[in-house]
């Protein structure tokens, strides 16, 4: 679901036109970045939790070169879901047949293995697009 969806959706039950929606939805997201900005914390009752915490500074390897490098401390913003949130969305969840429910994670999180036919022909391919030497 986009912005987009949500301001179809209210516009069409509160009656009014998109672009008046629009511009409610926005203000309320900017308010909510706004007020993260300065105070740090917003609790919206029966909704959630939205709170900026500082990551630690540490240090990491780059996958590609397998060379260590710094991460530098820095702001990041998480969110909590409210309880109420959270039983509905389980709720929901679990009410879903098992066939109809998304995958925990999608094909392309998924490590590719030596013995997979995917990786196999990809590997083939690369191979057969390489000039001989």
Known sequence: MTKKDIVRNISEEMGLTQQQTKDVVQRTFDSIVEMLAI???IELRNF???EV???AARKA???RTNIQVE???RMVVVF???KEMEAKVNKMVSNRPVANRPPLFPPS???KGPNDPALASETN???KQQPDR
Request: proline share 12%; aromatic share 8%.
């Open 48 to 50: 959630g939790v939205f």
């Open 109 to 111: 999180w998924v490590a």
């Open 39 to 41: 105070e740090g914390r």
């Open 71 to 73: 991460v530098p401390e």
């Open 61 to 63: 390897r780059n996958p």
């Open 80 to 82: 909590k879901p409210g």
């Open 125 to 127: 391919k690369s191979k």
């Open 53 to 55: 915490k500082r990551r």
